[in-house]
T-cell receptor, first 112, second 113 residues
Framework: KQEVTQIPAALSVPEGENLVLNCSFTDSAIYNLQWFRQDPGKGLTSLLL?????REQTSGRLNASLDKSSGRSTLYIAASQPGDSATYLC???????????FGKGTRLSVIA | DAGVIQSPRHEVTEMGQEVTLRCKPISGHDYLFWYRQTMMRGLELLIY????????DSGMPEDRFSAKMPNASFSTLKIQPSEPRDSAVYFC???????????FGSGTRLTVV
């Protein structure tokens, strides 16, 4: 059974700092990996999707990398802003025909 | 499209009462998922449907939970009888594809006292 772990559970950084969020998964035979953002009291919003054949994806100040063999992904946020404060969740799909399995998330606070 | 719509946003009920959560997916999406989120267990998949047919309900915690999708535009998750340990945020999501492109609703925060 696939398990997804995110460390740390919470992170607080000063504005402007570059930061890395970590995600690990137990079964390396994944189909894709996705990063989501969740604001308090809201649903999840998709940020980046990495197919199993890819190594990384970029969107603006966000860069997600994938190392399937080691079962790890990182989300890099450059020049963090207070508006980046949210919970970031990692999710993996084991195949194109199975639903996403989520980690518990990392709660990020960017202090102005 | 208004996105995935869930109702109610908040529900407070007494132990033993029946609770019904509702979801309207995005038109044209073939997949509908029900997830439950708690601090302890994170986001757990309860059940999902493809073209209104339940595909996997192995995440439904016990017989007190049931879900239906009578048509492509509506789904319900029912808990009867409810218990305090059912308190959580319940999310509905829909997508065109099983493994990507999920759109989540804003969730229903359920409190059972």
């Amino acid at each position: 059974k696939q398990e997804v772990t995110q460390i740390p559970a919470a992170l607080s950084v000063p504005e402007g700092e570059n930061l890395v969020l970590n995600c690990s998964f137990t079964d390396s035979a994944i189909y894709n990996l996705q990063w989501f953002r969740q604001d308090p009291g809201k649903g999840l919003t998709s940020l980046l999707l990495i197919q199993s054949s890819q190594r990384e994806q970029t969107s603006g100040r966000l860069n997600a990398s994938l190392d399937k063999s080691s079962g790890r992904s990182t989300l890099y946020i450059a020049a963090s802003q207070p508006g980046d404060s949210a919970t970031y969740l990692c999710a993996v799909a084991n195949s194109g025909n199975t639903p996403l399995v989520f980690g518990k998330g990392t709660r990020l606070s960017v202090i102005a | 499209d208004a996105g995935v719509i869930q109702s109610p946003r908040h529900e407070v009920t007494e132990m033993g009462q029946e609770v019904t959560l509702r979801c309207k997916p995005i038109s044209g999406h073939d997949y509908l998922f029900w997830y439950r989120q708690t601090m302890m267990r994170g986001l757990e998949l309860l059940i999902y449907f493809n073209n209104n047919v339940p595909i996997d309900d192995s995440g439904m915690p016990e017989d007190r939970f049931s879900a239906k999708m009578p048509n492509a535009s509506f789904s319900t998750l029912k808990i009867q009888p409810s218990e305090p340990r059912d308190s959580a945020v319940y999310f509905c999501a829909s997508s065109l594809d099983n493994s990507r492109g999920y759109t989540f609703g804003s969730g229903t925060r359920l409190t059972v006292v």
